[in-house]
């Protein structure tokens, strides 16, 4: 794969040094992609070139290493009086050491491009608030923004939630950039107003169960988002609770994703959908598994890295004996054994016993736990086509009305 690439860095480079005065006609639109090929700037100044004299819609840089440097030269000889036609739809500049100057180039980049572009991945650059500020003032068509772990601020996260008020944007990445819930409350506000964003992602952003619950209150009236991860967030407890209660009015939301939120089998009980009893300590996750009870949307729930343990796969079961939707459902390490996974809902007997496994889960189920050898055995189907066991190495299929022995 990067023998080819680098050799399209040679073509690149063969179409400057031939200094080709006019452009080619009938030539369809271009993909470029040196991606994972170290670029120099004189590199970059052969990429303009070609940029002007060909109809190149797509180009991906990421881990080129450019800087702001190669990103300058970039806009050399772009765009010429022959290729005014010519629109970039779409730039990726991943890893690339780019600064808020680098951003200036790249939106100059766009800006002679007729300002068509309609996704942007500026990914692990440290382009800072000052960076994102010049993206989203003069980047208005962008349908995907990506700015994964660009050092953003809940000062930036505002310029961000401005931009969300009136913009055509469908996918926002702000993984790992460190808002935290004064961020994450910016960007809610500019939401409400937002009638195109169907996927969101701020994972790692620093948000703690004030911040959930912000995102909670947007659930309840959103009528746009489908896919929300929250994963590596400090959430904990307190705040699944009250994304639960909220999620509960919400039908929209198709894809959730809580991994390592800090959530344990204790105190995540759902107020909204609450069927009694949820006090006790020592039942776990039922404020989701209650969730899963009544919602008629929600189709993968990704759970892994929290400690809800056999109580908290229990309830999670529990709620899914009733659920007709859910198809995907990840729970490696949750701290989960072999003896408690059983379902109450829909036991047939035997299930209590500690060598058995009763499941109701979706078509794909994972759970990497160290579990002891024991016999599984599905009992009760909703939506189920197939599901699977990481037990050790090993990954075991099981077909519905089928028991393996895992050995």
């Not at 090929?37 to 004299?53: A, K, N």
């Not at 959930?212 to 896919?227: D, S």
């Not at 009980?269 to 006790?280: E, F, K, P, Y």
């Not at 050790?392 to 028991?403: F, G, I």
Request: aromatic letters at 6%.
């Amino acid at each position: 794969m990067l023998q080819g690439r680098y050799r399209v860095v040679t073509a690149v480079k063969c179409v400057y040094e031939g200094q080709q005065t006019s452009t080619p006609q009938s030539v369809t639109p271009l993909e470029l992609n040196l991606s994972l090929t170290t670029l120099q700037p004189y590199d970059c100044l052969c990429v303009s070139y070609v940029l002007s004299c060909y109809p190149v819609i797509k180009l991906n840089m990421s881990w080129c290493h450019i800087g702001d440097t190669g990103a300058e030269m970039l806009i050399k000889h772009y765009p010429n009086k022959n290729n005014s036609g010519h629109v970039l739809q779409e730039l990726k500049f991943w890893n690339n050491d780019l600064t808020v100057t680098g951003v200036e180039h790249v939106v100059k980049i766009v800006m002679k491009s007729s300002a068509s572009l309609r996704v942007l991945n500026v990914s692990d650059n440290p382009i800072r608030d000052d960076g994102i500020s010049l993206i989203v003032e003069h980047l208005h068509g962008l349908n995907e923004l990506s700015v994964y772990n660009c050092k953003l601020s809940a000062k930036g996260a505002s310029y961000v939630g401005r931009f969300l008020k009136n913009c055509f944007l469908q996918y926002l990445n702000m993984h790992s950039n460190p808002i935290s819930d004064d961020g994450i409350s910016l960007i809610v506000e500019g939401l409400q107003c937002n009638k195109t964003l169907t996927k969101l992602n701020v994972g790692n952003c620093g948000i703690s169960a004030k911040g959930a619950m912000c995102i909670g209150e947007l659930l309840k009236e959103n009528c746009t988002l489908k896919v929300l991860y929250m994963n590596d967030n400090p959430v904990g407890d307190a705040g699944i609770s009250q994304l639960m209660d909220r999620l509960c009015l919400n039908t929209t939301l198709t894809e959730l994703s809580v991994e390592n939120c800090e959530i344990s089998a204790k105190g995540t009980t759902c107020n909204s959908c609450n069927t009694g009893g949820s006090g006790l300590p020592d039942i776990g996750a039922r404020c989701i598994g209650e969730l899963l009870q009544e919602n008629t949307v929600l189709e993968v729930l990704w759970m892994r890295e929290n400690n809800i343990g056999d109580a908290g796969i229990s309830q999670l079961m529990d709620g899914l004996c009733l659920n007709t939707t859910l198809t995907e459902l990840m729970v490696q390490d949750c701290g989960i054994s072999a003896k408690g996974t059983t379902c109450n809902s829909c036991n047939t007997g035997g299930s209590g016993l500690p060598d058995m496994y009763t499941l109701t889960l979706g078509p794909h189920v994972y759970m990497s736990d160290k579990t002891q050898p024991h016999v599984l055995q599905i009992t009760c189907f909703t939506s189920l086509k197939y599901w699977e066991l990481q037990h050790s190495t090993e990954v075991v299929h099981v077909v519905q009305s089928v028991t393996y022995q895992v050995t």
